[in-house]
């Protein structure tokens, strides 16, 4: 068993206690949810063999996936949570992303009873043991009617604060396809939480399917922004103009150059989608928000650069992403020679104001 490495974090580094958006929990078995599973659908898992989404956006032994000593599997773990990242930093609030593949389940029925099970062993496992966690609702996607009712169920728990999407779709998420999800959540003042990965079975390029993990990997940015395009191009934050989207874990350093060339031409081409009124640059300030890790930026000259470009010192949520492996020091998680202004927003200040269910 690979020893854990303690973790110490200078309180200088953050100015306080911190809101960490993007911790993950992670399923280690499809037995451990079993207890939240009808008679008849854990008889359908044993009797099958079916083990559950297999697909999954963080392979088995690269760098990536798992700081050593994070679990087996990581992110199984309730206490190294609390040793590793909660009690290091100074956590105040951290929110908890299951990244269990369910978009990749073709029945229906399976998606959305396993999604129910999920958010129900995420509520006994984590929320009910770690009083610092919040929740999000984990939602078969790819059926957004049955989606949107299991938002209604588990947004009475009001430490759900956000709902998952992942970043890979078989359709772009501005179709009005998915209106049911946004209009659930908008109406349950949830955060749209667009994460790293997804599994819905068509290539994460334009172009097809990449030979190596490490294509996918850097190219999520990609599937970021066409996302983001999209979402702004159809309207979604014109239909439903309070609904707030959380870009996580899919880097930051190319929102200023994505803004500029949108906003260009946006100014061209806006006769084809009237019903956009604003700069596609105005819609990201106003509704999108960027989870810190990964850090892409190599020192703190560059990344106040960017912070700059991209018009506004709001955008930038802090996160350790753990269990996976961004950065080897604090330091590298979030730069020391921030002004001090700006690191208590990107620490705290900003997921306070943009999670109103905080």
Excluded at 111 to 122: I, K, R, S
Excluded at 151 to 171: G, L, W
Excluded at 327 to 351: Q, V
Aim: aromatic residues 10%.
């Amino acid at each position: 068993m690979t020893e854990t490495v303690a973790l110490r974090v200078d309180p200088k580094l953050t100015g306080g206690p911190v809101i960490d958006c993007d911790l993950h929990c992670n399923v280690p078995k499809i037995e451990a949810l079993f207890p939240y599973l009808s008679d008849f659908w854990r008889e359908y898992c044993t009797q099958s063999a079916f083990r559950g989404p297999v697909d999954t956006a963080y392979p088995k032994g690269h760098k990536t996936t798992a700081r050593p000593g994070s679990g087996s599997p990581p992110g199984s773990s309730v206490d190294l949570l609390r040793e590793q990242a909660l009690d290091p930093w100074n956590v105040e609030i951290g929110i908890l992303t299951c990244s269990y593949a369910i978009e990749s389940i073709h029945n229906p029925d399976t998606a959305a009873n396993l999604a129910a099970a999920v958010n129900d062993w995420m509520a006994a496992e984590w929320l009910d043991k770690e009083p610092r966690l919040r929740g999000t609702i984990v939602i078969p996607v790819q059926q957004p009617e049955m989606a949107a009712a299991e938002i209604e169920r588990v947004a009475k728990d009001r430490r759900f604060v956000q709902v998952h999407m992942p970043a890979r779709s078989s359709m772009l998420y501005g179709n009005r396809h998915f209106h049911p999800i946004y209009e659930a959540a908008a109406r349950h003042d949830l955060v749209i939480q667009m994460h790293f990965g997804g599994a819905p079975g068509n290539p994460p390029t334009p172009s097809g399917w990449p030979s190596h993990y490490v294509e996918e990997y850097v190219g999520m940015g990609q599937v970021c922004e066409s996302q983001i395009m999209n979402i702004i191009a159809e309207g979604v934050f014109d239909r439903f103009p309070t609904l707030r989207w959380v870009v996580a874990e899919a880097g930051w350093a190319w929102v200023p150059a994505w803004m500029w060339r949108m906003d260009k031409e946006w100014k061209g081409l806006r006769r084809e989608i009237p019903w956009v009124r604003d700069a596609p640059s105005e819609y990201m300030r106003r509704h999108m928000r960027w989870t810190l890790q990964p850090v892409d930026p190599p020192d703190v000259i560059q990344f106040l650069r960017i912070v700059e470009e991209m018009g506004s010192d709001e955008l930038l949520l802090f996160s350790t992403d753990w269990p996976h492996w961004q950065w080897d020091t604090p330091e590298e998680a979030l730069p020391p020679d921030l002004p001090d202004e700006l690191r208590r927003k990107i620490a705290y200040n900003n997921a306070r104001a943009f999670y109103h269910r905080l």
